[in-house]
Structures are given as structure tokens and as C-alpha cells.
């Protein structure tokens, strides 16, 4: 019995050096697999608002989706009620740069914004919730109607609000979800943008990298023109998306939604184009850049064409502003 006992001890530190040199691959297989399942992301990722750094990587982690802020302050809420439904105006989010409508009618309606004899039209969803729109022509007073189509193609007005306008934040208008750049949290444009900026080192990357994906994820279709020039295209981005066709407006719109959601403004802007076929209406956009100083400014993107990162005071195609939102 005591002749045994080296015997069983060499064992033992035989076992024990096969276990030293497996374990360590192991740990490499499992880390492996995490990578690759993703589990590993999600946790670095859960926390929002805040750029951590792990290891010698640093994790971009995007804000919280924007969504439209309103008080029911005297003075500042204006509703009406009509045979064709219930309607609101509220002026309570202008310092801000954008007003806030609710429509609730089966009828089509029209949010419409004049200022200094210019007129900006959008159409405006009779869902039961507030959109925001852009007070696109900056400061001044404005005035906010609602329209409602009747059965003779003409709008009338059920409603009208006369308010100023002294913006204090000429970004915020531009980060938000409206009529005609929709998205919200569990959006698919969402998903994919912020998937985006994670994975991309700086602002610039990152909207390069939606401007790639932008125009990769539908090709072009001529059909969709009629509905445009009717002047009620709401671009659907998940239509878009999982049908992969678009005219320019829903390039646009998506492009917007998808740098909207992760914190930087965005326009999208309506004008007429000259090409080789004449003079087109079209939509393209402008994003707010800001250098390694902290100085921002606009670059033109047109997601349509192709045309990323331009100075949009030499454009590299003939464009004629007609309206911003």
C-alpha cells in the first residue's frame, strides 16, 4: 500500500497539467461563442446615453429615441370640435422649433403653416395622436391652420391659430419623428441605425454608413411618381424596407429617420433638381456635422443620387430650395 503512494501523486500532477493547458482553451472556445452569439454585445450595450470604454475599444452608445415634449399650459392648447371630428393645435413646443396638431375624423386633413406670404402644406395623420411639424421658416408669426378634404377634391378650414415664434433651439425640429419622416422605438429603421452607430467610430462614419445602407436597401421605382405629385405621399419606411423599392422622398425619409433616432438633426428638404431630363421635384437632405472643435455645420446628403457629404454652397447638382422639414 505505501509502495503505491508515488505512483497515485504522479497521477494526480499529470491530471492536474492536462487540466492547466485545456482550461484555458476552453475559456477561448466560450468567449468565441459569446462573440459570436452576440451575448457579449448586448450586455456592453444595455446601458444607454453614455460611452463606455472597455479595454482599448470605445462603445458608442446612442441616446434615447427622440419623441415630441408638450404641456397642456393655458394658452397654449386649442382644440375644436366639429360634425367631422375633434381637432387640436397646441403652441406650447415652439421655443423649441416645431408645433404639435391632433386630428381625430375619417376625413383626409392638412396641417397648413403660413409666415410672411410663404406656405408650407403636410399632411396630417387623424390617428388621435400629436405629430410635430417643423416651424421650418424660423421666427416670426406664424399662422396654423387645419383643413379637411371634401368630397369635391377642395379643403376647407375647420380650425386656425395665429401664435409667435421666437425658436431658442433651431436643432430640436430636426431630431424628431414627424408625419413624413416616422419612426419610433420599435421601428425597423430604428433597429438598424442604432446597430450603426455602435459599430462605427465617430459621427461622420456613422452617418456615412446609413447613407450606404440607405441606398443599398431599395432600388429606385418610377411607378411611385403619380401619388407624389398628388401631393399626399406619406413615405412608409417599413414598406420601404421590406419591399425594397422607394422614390426619393422615402430615401429621404429614411435617412432622416435613421440619423433622427440616434440623436443628430437631420433635415429633409423638397426643391426641384435639373437633369438630363428636364426639371424634377425632388427631396434630399441636410445633417448637421460638428468637428473635432465642436463647430457644427450643415452638409448636404442626397441619398437619391448619390451625392454624400457636398458643401452645399457649391452643390454639385442644380437645386432649388422649396421647402425644409
Known amino acids: 500500500m505505501m509502495q503505491r503512494r508515488p505512483e497515485l501523486k504522479k497521477a494526480k500532477n499529470a491530471l492536474r497539467r492536462a487540466l492547466l493547458c485545456i482550461f484555458p482553451t476552453v475559456l477561448l472556445l466560450l468567449f468565441a461563442v459569446g462573440i459570436h452569439s452576440g451575448k457579449i454585445n448586448d450586455i456592453l450595450y444595455q446601458n444607454k446615453n453614455t460611452t463606455r470604454i472597455d479595454g482599448n475599444a470605445t462603445l458608442r452608445i446612442p441616446p434615447e429615441v427622440p419623441a415630441p415634449q408638450y404641456t397642456g399650459a393655458a394658452g397654449h392648447v386649442h382644440t375644436k370640435y366639429t360634425d367631422a371630428g375633434?381637432?387640436?393645435?397646441?403652441?406650447?413646443?415652439?421655443?423649441?422649433?416645431?408645433?404639435?396638431?391632433?386630428?381625430n375624423t375619417a376625413f383626409q386633413s392638412r396641417l397648413v403653416l403660413q409666415k410672411d406670404g410663404a406656405e408650407y402644406i403636410d399632411p396630417l395623420p387623424t390617428d388621435g395622436s400629436y405629430y410635430a411639424f417643423p416651424?421650418?421658416?424660423?421666427?416670426?408669426?406664424?399662422?396654423?391652420?387645419?383643413?379637411?378634404?371634401?368630397?369635391?377634391?377642395?379643403?376647407?378650414?375647420?380650425?386656425?391659430?395665429?401664435?409667435?415664434?421666437?425658436?431658442?433651439?433651431?436643432?430640436?425640429?430636426?431630431?424628431?419623428?414627424t408625419p413624413l419622416i416616422w419612426f419610433d422605438a420599435d421601428a425597423t429603421v430604428v433597429r438598424v441605425a442604432r446597430q450603426l452607430y455602435r459599430d462605427t467610430e465617430n459621427d461622420e462614419a456613422f452617418v456615412s454608413a446609413v447613407f450606404q445602407w440607405v441606398r443599398s436597401i431599395a432600388r429606385y421605382d418610377e411607378t411611385a411618381h403619380g401619388d407624389a405629385?398628388?401631393?399626399?405621399?406619406?413615405?412608409?419606411?417599413?414598406?420601404?424596407?421590406?419591399?425594397?423599392?422607394?422614390?426619393?422622398?422615402?430615401?429621404?425619409?429614411?435617412?432622416?429617420?435613421?440619423?433622427?433616432?440616434?440623436?443628430?438633426?437631420?433635415?429633409?428638404?423638397?426643391?426641384?433638381?435639373?437633369?438630363?431630363?428636364?426639371?424634377?421635384?425632388?427631396?434630399?437632405?441636410?445633417?448637421?456635422?460638428?468637428d473635432a472643435s465642436g463647430t457644427g455645420a450643415w452638409w448636404r446628403y442626397d441619398p437619391t443620387f448619390g451625392f454624400e457629404k457636398t458643401d452645399p454652397t457649391a452643390p454639385a447638382e442644380p437645386l432649388f430650395l422649396d421647402t425644409v422639414q
Open 86 to 103: 375633434a381637432f387640436i393645435i397646441n403652441t406650447s413646443t415652439v421655443a423649441k422649433g416645431y408645433l404639435l396638431a391632433y386630428g
Open 135 to 177: 416651424l421650418s421658416m424660423g421666427d416670426g408669426t406664424y399662422r396654423a391652420s387645419i383643413t379637411l378634404l371634401a368630397d369635391n377634391d377642395t379643403f376647407y378650414s375647420v380650425m386656425e391659430v395665429h401664435f409667435d415664434a421666437v425658436i431658442v433651439d433651431a436643432l430640436q425640429r430636426f431630431l424628431l419623428p
Open 229 to 290: 405629385a398628388w401631393g399626399f405621399y406619406v413615405p412608409n419606411l417599413e414598406r420601404v424596407i421590406t419591399e425594397g423599392t422607394a422614390i426619393c422622398t422615402d430615401y429621404a425619409a429614411l435617412f432622416s429617420a435613421a440619423l433622427r433616432c440616434c440623436g443628430l438633426p437631420c433635415q429633409m428638404l423638397y426643391g426641384y433638381v435639373t437633369t438630363l431630363d428636364g426639371t424634377l421635384y425632388h427631396a434630399w437632405n441636410m445633417v448637421w456635422l460638428t
